[in-house]
């Protein structure tokens, strides 16, 4: 049988995360086509908390067991579970969830980078008067450690991105599954002085039933345009599918399942880091996708 051949003229931009040589993008073709002896690969992140949950039905009891601390949980995800890169979110910043003051956001973030040794990806709380101040002061306490900082909007990208720039991390810039909205904020970031290997998209996720076809389309428009040689739409994708699934009343009694149908609806549109909370469902969509890897 003949190998396809390809005609595009782009490819996806490659961010390196951390420390250890790990990288999300740099393809060449849609995802899973076997172009030239081009594979696709994506990455898969660990989402945890700034604090030990309490009740939460998307943290089973198993997998924070022996768990004491955010620290210890990254650990768990790395040893236990293979973990490549963690996602730490910073819920406990939010008012109605205890409002931690900076300075103990910046310690548990040095704790989680120091045991589990892990490239880091910090997820801002959504309110942008908390993450100006947080996610700034991260990008500038941590320099050196090539974090992904997330994440800047059109209306707040100039309070953070001036520091995340400066101190060598990179950037996800989010939008409202608009593809003008998110090619204009990664031209402005461009113009703030990030290369191409700094800016990560994130095009908003929506899980399976609650508007995930919405973000998986806008993602494959801007997947052919940016292989077909739009720059300003070459960023590869980061999607927080974890979250968005188990807010889903279907999650209650098939969370994994919905976790892990969900993920492979957006590695097949092109996702490029998959940000999850469950070993079971990131155990189902490698079993799933194995056969294409």
Same mark, same amino acid.
């Given at each position: ?6 005609s595009f003229s782009g490819t ?14 740099g393809e060449g073709c849609l ?54 890169a963690i996602c730490l979110n ?14 103990? @956001?910046?310690?548990?973030? @040095? ?183």
């Amino acid at each position: 049988m003949k190998k396809f051949e390809d005609s595009f003229s782009g490819t996806v931009s490659k961010v390196s995360i951390g420390k250890n040589n790990l990288s999300a993008g740099g393809e060449g073709c849609l995802p899973f086509y076997d172009v030239s002896g081009r594979k696709y690969e994506f990455l898969t992140a660990y989402e945890i908390l700034d604090k030990i949950p309490e009740n939460l039905p998307e943290y089973p009891a198993d997998l924070l067991k022996g768990v004491g601390s955010p620290a210890e949980w990254a650990l768990k995800c790395r040893d236990s579970f293979g973990a490549e890169a963690i996602c730490l979110n910073l819920l406990s910043m939010k008012p109605d969830e205890g409002g931690t003051d900076t300075t103990s @956001s910046l310690r548990c973030i @040095s704790e989680v980078l120091s045991l589990s040794n892990l490239p880091l990806i910090l997820r801002g709380t959504g309110i942008a008067e908390i993450d100006n101040g947080i996610l700034a002061s991260a990008a500038r306490e941590f320099k050196g450690e090539n974090l992904v900082i997330a994440s800047v909007t059109l209306e707040n990208y100039r309070e953070i991105a001036g520091a995340v720039l400066e101190n060598g991390h990179s950037i996800v810039a989010e939008s409202p599954v608009d593809i003008n909205i998110a090619k204009q904020l990664n031209i402005l970031l461009r113009e703030m002085g990030f290369g191409d290997d700094r800016i990560i998209s994130d095009p908003t996720t929506g899980a399976l039933g609650y508007g995930l076809e919405y973000s998986c389309s806008i993602m494959e428009r801007a997947r052919l345009a940016g292989l077909s040689g739009d720059k300003a739409l070459s960023c590869p994708f980061i999607n927080f599918i974890g979250s968005e699934s188990w807010r889903s009343r279907e999650a209650e009694s098939s969370g994994a399942i919905w976790e892990a149908a969900t993920a492979q609806a957006f590695v097949l549109a092109g996702c490029s880091i998959a940000v999850m909370r469950s070993p079971e469902a990131v155990r189902l969509l490698n079993k799933s996708l194995a056969s294409f890897r």
